[in-house]
Each structure stands twice: as structure tokens, then as C-alpha cells.
């Protein structure tokens, strides 16, 4: 079965700069890959996803890059803000499959 | 548009006593629900998986069942808990129609077994 590895577990970084979160999969079937952020106490929400028909997909600040030769995929974070402080857990899927394999999450901190 | 309900939002019960957590679903038909654990500051562990009424799928045994006894109902339940099964449960759901693969997850019910 599919299965994702995330990596860091933990990224600091200053309020302004940028934060790159990196995901591996091993089933080169997988077509769809969504982003999760969850705030201290909260509810994991879908903040970008992206499919296999493309490269990489932007919103506002935040931009997700697929390699599917490599296999891998990265959630890029620009000019952070304290408010980015959260963990963020990528996913991959295929199409028919009936659940997600998230990875294992990466807890992303935002220094003032 | 689709909303997804859980209660009770928190949670704190004897060792041994049961459990019944419910979730419920609106505005969507024959949606995949979902059933997830996370204990403090850990992952997302799938529990449950359900992909129509009375189907359920186990990912992890455990003194944990489901029930989906309705198409937009799912719950998850425990004869007698146990102080590990603490942690921060959450209900999604996914709605395989029409390129749509992603969770939306319910606000969770924090339980703590004492």
C-alpha cells in the first residue's frame, strides 16, 4: 500500500522568511496530494492540494511543487507570518482509493 | 452546502466505562466517512473507515468498534475504555463524486480517560 513519509518534524523559522515542508510517496498511482493545517487545539483543514496533471498550484503565500519522476512533493510557505504557526500534515491518494495516507505531520513555528 | 457535525466536544470518563461518539453529516449522500485518533502532539491515525450503511472497515484492532447505521451517520464506540484510548478523535468525511478526494474533518471530541 501507499505509503508517505514527511520530513521535517519540527521547522522554525523567522516571521518574514520562507518554510519548505517535504513529502515522499512510494505508489506511483497516487494522482492527488492535499495539504492539512492544524492550529493548537483545532480541526485539520485543507489549505492546497494538487493533482498529477501538474506541476505546481499557488495561492496567495503558499505554493505546492510535485515531482512525480522523484516522487516527492513540498508545501512552500512565503513571508511567514506568526499566524502560520501550526502542523501541517501532507496526504496522497488515488484515484478510487477510498482513503488518504497522511504523513506524519510537521510542526512549523514562526519566531517573531 | 455539506456540513459535517461531532459531539460532544470534550469528553472525560472513567476507566471501564463505555463510549459512544457520534458524527453526522449534511447536505451530501453516501459520503465516506472516517473515524481518526490523534493523541497529544502525534499523528493522524485512521481507526474506522466506512464506505456505505452497515460497511466498515478496521485499520486498527483494538477494544474500539463503528457503526454507520444510517448513510450520513457514523459512531464510534467502546464497551469498556481504557486510559490509552485518551487522545483527540475526529470524524471526516470525503466525497468521491466529480474530483473531489479531500477529507473535511468534523471539530473533534477531545476525551480523557481517567
Known amino acids: 500500500g501507499e505509503n508517505v513519509e514527511q520530513h521535517p518534524s519540527t521547522l522554525s523559522v523567522q516571521e518574514g522568511d520562507s518554510a519548505v515542508i517535504k513529502c515522499t510517496y512510494s505508489?506511483?498511482?497516487?494522482?492527488?496530494f492535499p495539504w492539512y493545517k492544524q492550529e493548537l487545539g483545532k480541526r485539520p483543514q485543507l489549505i492546497i492540494d494538487?493533482?498529477?496533471?501538474?506541476g505546481e498550484k499557488k495561492d496567495q503565500r503558499i505554493a505546492v511543487t510535485l515531482n512525480k519522476t522523484a516522487k516527492h512533493f513540498s508545501l512552500h510557505i512565503t513571508e511567514t507570518q506568526p499566524e502560520d504557526s501550526a502542523v501541517y500534515f501532507c496526504?496522497?491518494?488515488?484515484?478510487?482509493?477510498?482513503?488518504?495516507?497522511f504523513g506524519q505531520g510537521t510542526r512549523l513555528t514562526i519566531n517573531p | 452546502s455539506q456540513t459535517i457535525h461531532q459531539w460532544p466536544a470534550t469528553l472525560v470518563q472513567p476507566v471501564g466505562s463505555p463510549l459512544s461518539l457520534e458524527c453526522t453529516v449534511e447536505?451530501?449522500?453516501?459520503?465516506?466517512l472516517y473515524w481518526y485518533r490523534q493523541a497529544a502532539g502525534r499523528g493522524l491515525q485512521l481507526l474506522f473507515y466506512?464506505?456505505?450503511?452497515?460497511?466498515i472497515s478496521s485499520e486498527v484492532p483494538q477494544n474500539l468498534s463503528a457503526s454507520r447505521p444510517q448513510d450520513r451517520q457514523f459512531i464510534l464506540s467502546s464497551k469498556k475504555l481504557l486510559l490509552s484510548d485518551s487522545g483527540f478523535y475526529l470524524c471526516?468525511?470525503?466525497?468521491?463524486?466529480?474530483?473531489?478526494?479531500?477529507?473535511?474533518f468534523g471539530s473533534g471530541t477531545r476525551l480523557t480517560v481517567v
Open positions: 447536505g451530501t449522500s453516501n459520503p465516506n
Open positions: 466506512s464506505v456505505g450503511i452497515g460497511q
Open positions: 496526504a496522497a491518494s488515488m484515484q478510487g482509493a477510498q482513503k488518504l495516507v
Open positions: 505508489d506511483s498511482a497516487s494522482n492527488y
Open positions: 494538487i493533482r498529477s496533471n501538474v
Open positions: 471526516a468525511w470525503r466525497n468521491d463524486g466529480q474530483g473531489v478526494y479531500g477529507y473535511t
